[in-house]
């Protein structure tokens, strides 16, 4: 028997090298924002083309949503509140309630388009949250004048608290700068500033209403978030100014997708052209 055969010759010497591995090319992405198109492409490519359904993608983003509002939370009673709209950011925020209700905080959903249709996603994520017993009502019963300024619902009592979470699920990358905010939308608004001056922490899913997308524009009634919890890229709208200043702190969470999906996608970013410098000739004829 060879020595290189034995049991017991080491299978890594000088002798006996290992095989060459390959080398290691980490995921980078390439993309850093995204706009109101780029980010429906997305969605239609990874139900239609990698078959990761709405729904998941839905579970995926509501369960990031509630890690960001345990985290701006702090302690498990301080209530948070949900505004949720008809399309997949209120879809997000129903799963959300339904997770923290199962994790033992106290959850309101406000519903800000009472009686206007959902998409069955939303809605099959609505009547779940309604079983796992979250209370729903009209956003406009939503009072934030109940709460005093500076109340602590802290574990620590040297750290100040707040009085509640409140998480703006209620329009998203859907809004566009050129059509208002509608009155009755201005009025819940209102209400979650209101709050967030009495000493509520704000949490926005995606990009907080009010801004444009594409933008950055702002709406007179733009909600102002502490945390903007935003999927596969921020969006580009809360990367520019103004928009930046309604954003707060961006997170970028994971919700089932490569880092890089959207590169996959969306082939690589276009270069911007640029100009040629002029010949010799027509700097001449110019001068």
């Known amino acids: 028997m060879r ?16 095989p060459p591995k390959e080398p290691y090319e980490p995921v980078r992405r390439v993309r850093m924002t995204l706009t109101r198109e780029e980010q429906r492409a997305i969605d239609r ?3 239609n083309e990698y078959q990761v359904p709405i729904p ?6 509501g369960l990031a949503v509630a890690n960001a509002c345990t985290v701006a939370a702090k302690a498990m009673n301080t209530p948070i509140h949900f505004f949720a709209g008809k ?14 209700k199962s994790w033992g ?11 206007e249709t959902q998409s069955p996603a939303v809605k099959t994520n609505r009547a779940a949250a309604e079983k796992f017993g979250v209370p729903i009502h009209p956003a406009s019963e939503f009072d934030p004048g109940i709460w005093q300024a500076g109340i602590s619902r ?12 409140l998480v703006d699920g209620i329009i998203g990358t859907g809004y566009e700068f050129s059509r208002p905010l509608p009155q009755a939308l201005l009025d819940i608004t209102a209400k979650i500033e209101e709050g967030h001056k009495r000493g509520a922490r704000v949490v926005a899913i995606d990009i907080p209403t009010g801004v444009d997308c594409d933008t950055g524009e702002v709406d007179p009634g733009a909600i102002t978030a ?19 200043t309604k954003a ?18 969306l082939g690589p970013v276009p270069e911007e052209p640029q100009e040629e410098a002029p010949q010799e000739g027509e700097n001449k004829e110019n001068s």
């Open 3 to 18: 020595k290189n055969e034995s049991p017991f010759w080491p299978q890594k010497s000088i002798l006996n090298p290992p």
């Open 45 to 47: 490519a990874a139900a």
């Open 56 to 61: 998941i993608l839905m579970e995926h983003a």
């Open 87 to 100: 399309g997949m950011n209120g879809g997000d925020s129903y799963v959300a309630a339904r997770l923290l």
């Open 105 to 115: 905080y106290t959850v309101t959903i406000w519903d800000c388009f009472p009686g």
């Open 154 to 165: 802290m574990i620590y009592e040297n750290e100040p608290g707040m009085p509640c979470v």
């Open 226 to 244: 502490d945390l903007t919890v935003s999927f596969v890229l921020p969006k580009k709208g809360i990367t520019v100014f103004p928009g930046k």
């Open 248 to 265: 707060g702190q961006v997170r970028v969470p994971t919700i089932g997708l490569p880092i890089n999906f959207a590169d996959i996608v």
